[in-house]
């Protein structure tokens, strides 16, 4: 079984500066590793996916994640953010062949200018 | 552009009255999944289906709750009779075929249950 953990509920920034949120995950099998994002009273939206490969993801709106197994985490970082940016951000974990995704709990992404 | 679509976006009912939530997933997608999102539980899943038989709905309060696949283009979540506990933010998603788990969600339906 797989788990996955946000150590941060919520993280403040000020405009531009750089931020990166937390995710450690657990699981006895290969995995694939996604990060979603939330803007307020919408759906879940994918910002990026570590299938194999690079562990170093891009995804959209300038984030990016690095998968490191030895450390089990995928952390998502941006190294300026917008106060757009501002939104609930989901770490998620699956096993191989289409499993259902375990969620974190989120962490709030607070950005001020 | 395809979407996960779900109706209704918002519904207010009284406590004991049935509620049902609809979800059109993206054309092609053979899995849908429900989930449910509070502040206090964050975002549960509720069920799932994968060409539209049920793998696992062990999330759900089998009491009350009851969710089908009637077709491929349309998914169901029931509450029957809805209580106040029930108010949250019910979510569907669906996934493809493709050898990875990325799933697509709608846009939810806001349940308020007085």
């Known amino acids: 079984a797989q788990s996955v953990t946000q150590l941060d509920s919520q993280v403040p920034v000020f405009e531009e500066a750089p931020v990166e949120l937390r995710c450690n995950y657990s699981s006895s099998v290969s995995v694939y590793l996604f990060w979603y994002v939330q803007y307020p009273n919408q759906g879940l939206q994918l910002l990026l996916k570590y299938l194999s490969g690079s562990t170093l993801v891009k995804g959209i709106n300038g984030f990016e994640a690095e998968f490191n197994k030895s450390q089990t985490s995928f952390h998502l970082r941006k190294p300026s953010v917008h106060i757009s940016d501002t939104a609930e951000y989901f770490c998620?974990?699956?096993?191989?062949?289409?499993?259902?995704?375990?969620f974190g709990t989120g962490t709030r992404l607070l950005v001020s200018p | 552009d395809a979407r996960v679509t779900q109706t209704p976006r918002d519904k207010v009912t009284e406590m004991g009255q049935e509620v049902t939530m609809r979800c059109q997933p993206i054309l092609g997608h053979n899995t849908v999944f429900w989930y449910r999102q509070t502040m206090m539980q964050g975002l549960e899943l509720l069920a799932y289906f994968r060409n539209r038989a049920p793998l696992d709905d062990s999330g759900m309060p089998k009491d009350r709750f009851s969710a089908e696949m009637p077709d491929a283009t349309l998914a169901t979540l029931k509450i029957q009779p809805s209580e106040p506990r029930d108010s949250a933010v019910y979510f569907c998603?669906?996934?493809?075929?493709?050898?990875?788990?990325?799933?697509?969600f709608g846009p939810g339906t806001r349940l308020t249950v007085l």
């Open positions: 998620a974990v699956s096993g191989s062949g289409f499993q259902k995704l375990v």
């Open positions: 998603a669906s996934g493809g075929r493709g050898g990875y788990n990325e799933q697509f």
